[in-house]
């Protein structure tokens, strides 16, 4: 049942102007505050800024207001996208969240709704995010397929990978290959992405200005970030990212030559040490686009089952020379490409 505030800011919906307008800086908290109510959580106002960083043009953000109150937000994270060797700015999709009173104050068409279109107006058709996707669970999903367009492409399913450490099987090749940890700024990715590049036709950008935003300078998670070698050589020719918390040893992303796979049996084998170094009870990853990559784990006692959550990628294109459908069976997921890990 509705309380009494509830019910009055909800008429206040009805009758005043919603206003749509990007974020302003000042924002902030009523924006991270908005957030941990919609979702019970707690995030610090220093996890926000670390999330959503100054952008030139301004941040991805899209918020609906009514006489100053925060009502509903949908944001994006800027990245760079790669489409069979075409380059694409992109956003992912996150934080995104509606009071309880914006869902009562309309009905056909929700605050939520045009909050969204409102997205896609400033952000979407004027080339600042062209490719724009996301990971909803499935009440938002629903409501996106009837009136948002996330079925452009059909909804790409998790290519979900776990085992319990018991199960885990390691390979004798791992020697032939040594791992070092990485840095913050790593300028050896760049060189690791243009030769790893055509295994993934359809991903985003993996170098080391992405990782450096994705993986540096969090407030409270720490990554194990690991550069793989030949032996003998001093050319990285892997990149794997772990998280161990929760009882979890997670794989947070993946970046292989496709010629080393030995490569990928030291990341496995790093994977096990750390599991067992943190009692972690699941080892687990998403791997979507790299067969090879999963043939070998799900021989290494990883095996595949429904993604936690029911999540799904959806996509939506805004450049009349992008077509979303390429995407379909192709995208190359990890953990990294959402903001859940």
């Known amino acids: 049942m509705a309380t009494a505030g509830e019910m009055d800011v ?21 924006v991270n505050d908005g957030f941990n109510a919609a979702f019970n959580l707690d995030r610090s106002l220093d996890e926000w800024a670390w999330k959503f960083p100054p952008q030139p043009e301004g941040r991805l953000i899209m918020l609906a207001e009514i006489e100053g109150d925060l009502l509903a937000h949908y944001a994006g994270m800027p990245v760079r996208f790669t489409i069979d060797g075409r380059e694409w700015s992109a956003a992912q999709i996150v934080d995104v969240f509606s009071t309880r009173a914006a869902r009562r104050g309309f009905t056909r068409k929700g605050v939520w709704v045009r909050t969204v ?19 909803p669970s499935p009440r938002p999903l629903r409501l996106g397929v009837l009136q948002l367009g996330y079925d452009a ?14 199960a885990a099987v390691s390979s004798r090749w791992r ?44 407030p409270s998670i720490h990554y194990h970030r690991f550069l793989i070698f030949p032996r003998l050589a001093s050319t990285p020719v892997a990149f794997v990212v772990f998280r161990t918390d929760e009882g979890r040893c997670r ?5 292989w030559d496709h010629r080393h796979p030995g490569a990928l049996e030291l990341a496995n084998q790093l994977s096990i040490v750390l599991a067992a170094e943190t ?5 687990e990853l998403w791997l979507n686009g790299d067969p090879d990559g999963r ?43 959402a903001d859940l890990v």
């Open 10 to 30: 909800a008429d206040t919906v009805k009758k005043s102007e919603l206003v749509m307008r990007p974020f302003s800086p000042a924002d902030e908290v009523a």
């Open 117 to 135: 279109e409102a997205f896609f107006e400033t952000f979407g058709e004027s080339g600042r995010a062209t490719l724009l996707y996301g990971f």
């Open 153 to 166: 492409v059909d909804p790409q399913p998790i290519v979900y990978l776990s085992r319990p450490p018991a």
């Open 175 to 218: 020697h032939l290959y040594r791992a070092e940890l990485a840095a913050d700024w790593e300028p050896r990715l760049d060189d690791l992405w243009r030769r790893a590049r055509p295994s993934y036709p359809v991903a985003v950008i993996r170098d080391a200005d992405r990782a450096l935003h994705r993986f540096a300078g969090h």
């Open 251 to 255: 794989w947070v992303d993946l970046l």
């Open 279 to 283: 009692g972690a009870e699941l080892e």
């Open 295 to 337: 043939k070998l784990l799900e021989g290494r006692g990883f095996t595949r089952s429904e993604v936690p959550g029911q999540l799904v990628m959806v996509a939506r294109a805004f450049h009349s020379e992008l077509d979303v459908t390429d995407l379909d069976g192709r995208v190359y997921l990890t953990m990294a490409d």
